[in-house]
Nanobody, 120 residues
Framework: QVQLQESGPGLVKPSQTLSLTCTVS??????????WSWIRQPPGKGLEWIGY???????YNNPSLKSRTSMSRDTSKNQLTLQLSSVTPEDTAVYYC????????????WGQGTQVTVSS
């Protein structure tokens, strides 16, 4: 059973960089055809896809966030990381990591999410 667990600071000040980690257990992050996404949900709004990192290490970002987003991975720790720079209160959200297999239409595993609040 694959499990994903997000972790992060909880509270970030405006203009700072948000850093989140997704620890994956029960499966390798470098398996074939795997895409690991970051997704967020602001309060009272729908889900917003942030971007993904593929099993080959290549990344693709939501164009609306691309200039502020950086994703990476640590294969030795089986972890994924997300950095979002120059945050504002509009970046307040629950942040999720999720897995998708290339030939399947939906995400098959999700983390429980971690709340991030941007406030001074």
């Amino acid at each position: 059973q694959v499990q994903l667990q997000e972790s992060g600071p909880g509270l970030v000040k405006p203009s700072q960089t948000l850093s989140l980690t997704c620890t994956v257990s029960g499966g390798s992050i470098i398996g074939d055809y795997l895409y690991w996404s970051w997704i967020r949900q602001p309060p009272g709004k729908g889900l917003e896809w942030i971007g993904y990192i593929g099993s080959n290490g290549k990344t693709y970002n939501n164009p609306s966030l691309k200039s502020r987003t950086s994703m990476s991975r640590d294969t030795s720790k089986n972890q994924l990381t997300l950095q979002l720079s120059s945050v504002t209160p509009e970046d307040t959200a629950v942040y999720y990591c999720a897995r998708k297999i290339e030939y399947r239409p939906e995400f098959d595993y999700w983390g429980q999410g971690t709340q991030v609040t941007v406030s001074s």
